[in-house]
């Protein structure tokens, strides 16, 4: 089982930037990819980016192409998020997940049940 905790959310302005971490432990040899989720109070969980472990294929929901970044350190077991030129638009709880399932196909990687650890959720709130 992989644990994976959130953390460097908090409120920033309008065109400001924030870095999210995400921590694994655990069997984190068994990672195959980790995802960014966010979510905002009744909508549904919405896909923001991907990282895989196998050739390091990122993957980028249109809405944030360009202005955020994924990336990992596998030394420290880290996933980290750069969010750049934020909106208020962004504002959400932005979730980490991790699964061990490798598939061929991006697309796999951007949907929820795909992934099988969840942190809690760190909270982002952009002003305007």
């Known amino acids: 089982q992989v644990r994976v905790v959130e953390s460097g959310g908090g409120l920033v302005q309008a065109g400001g930037s924030l870095r999210l971490s995400c921590a694994a432990s655990g069997r984190t040899f068994t990672t195959a990819a980790v995802g960014w989720f966010r979510q905002v109070p009744g909508n549904e969980r919405e896909f923001v980016a991907a990282l895989t472990r196998r050739g390091g294929n990122t993957y980028y929901a249109d809405s944030v192409k360009g202005r955020f970044d994924i990336s990992g350190d596998g030394d420290k077991n880290t996933v980290f998020l750069q969010m750049n030129n934020l909106s208020p638009e962004d504002t959400a709880v932005y979730y980490c997940?991790?699964?061990?399932?490798?598939?061929?196909?991006?697309?796999?990687?951007?949907?929820?049940?795909?992934?099988?650890?969840w942190g809690q959720g760190t909270q982002v709130t952009v002003s305007s």
């Open positions: 997940a991790a699964t061990s399932l490798n598939y061929p196909v991006g697309s796999y990687y951007q949907t929820p049940r795909t992934y099988n650890s």
